[in-house]
């Protein structure tokens, strides 16, 4: 329940809290920094995927925006306060500045294994660290059902029923963690926390993927991942001016 208050506080930080000194904090698109900060062998594709590769093994991860996410979950997304999209708030705005926060910060995550006879990505082991020390863990489906709980009066009626269509979307979309299997591909999203409004740059960290097993289907070999994006951050004023924050 602490990391719920958290990430909320997150949210106020970033779009309220500042309005009392004329301006809202400003961030922008999370996208690959530069290929010398990335793992050795990695490529970024035109689309923000960061791919690792080693021989013929494949790690995806690309961020995911809103507006992206709300696509394609268009019909989960036109409901206002009422949307069931699990990973935005839909169309939904504050109504005194009409802009709509981010709920989590997310990324889509692909595995190809063409080259081990069995591998495995556990998505909860995958942690954010940002430039200025903050870390981010990842949200597991038991976090966001509980999450998403606290809606619920009396578990039943339409909240309810919403909450059962968040629960449906997020446990056919997540990224599963299971074993790939040569010759197999696995792909899904990844959520975070909201990035605090100071966190300029990230590096995601994939921990302990499990690229050999022994005959007690225990790991033998494993291998971290590293992925590196940024963003700008600054200021937006009532006039729509943007000051940019260098650092």
């Given at each position: 329940m602490r990391q719920l208050t958290t990430w909320m506080g997150v949210i106020l930080t970033g779009m309220v809290m500042a309005s009392g000194c004329g301006y809202l904090h400003y961030v922008g698109t999370l996208k690959p920094a530069d290929e010398a900060l990335q793992e050795a062998g990695a490529e970024i594709s035109d689309d923000g995927t960061v791919t690792f590769m080693k021989d013929r093994l494949e790690v995806s991860l690309r961020p995911m925006t809103d507006e992206e996410l709300n696509r394609q979950f268009a019909a989960a997304s036109k409901s206002g306060p009422k949307?069931?999209?699990?990973?935005?708030?839909?169309?939904?705005?504050?109504?005194?500045?009409?802009?709509?926060?981010?709920?989590?910060?997310?990324?889509?995550?692909?595995?190809?294994?063409?080259?081990?006879?069995?591998?495995?990505?556990?998505?909860?082991?995958?942690?954010?660290?940002a430039d200025n020390g903050r870390e981010y863990g990842a949200l597991s489906l038991q976090q966001l059902k509980l999450y998403y709980g606290t809606y619920i009066v009396g578990y039943r009626g339409n909240e309810y029923d919403r909450y059962e269509k968040r629960k449906d979307i997020l446990g056919q979309t997540l990224y599963p963690g299971d074993a790939i299997f040569s010759g197999q591909e696995q792909e899904g999203y990844v959520l975070f926390p909201p990035l605090h409004p100071d966190v300029r740059?990230?590096?995601?960290?994939?921990?302990?993927?499990?690229?050999?097993?022994d005959f007690r289907d225990e790991p033998v070999e494993t291998i971290d991942i590293r992925f590196s994006f940024e963003r700008e951050i600054g200021r937006i004023y009532a006039d729509d001016r943007i000051e940019f924050l260098k650092g």
């Open positions: 949307s069931t999209n699990p990973y935005t708030y839909g169309n939904s705005k504050y109504w005194d500045i009409q802009k709509t926060p981010q709920r989590f910060t997310v990324f889509r995550l692909k595995v190809k294994n063409y080259q081990y006879p069995k591998a495995r990505l556990d998505p909860l082991k995958i942690i954010v660290e740059r990230i590096t995601v960290q994939v921990r302990d993927m499990v690229l050999r097993f």
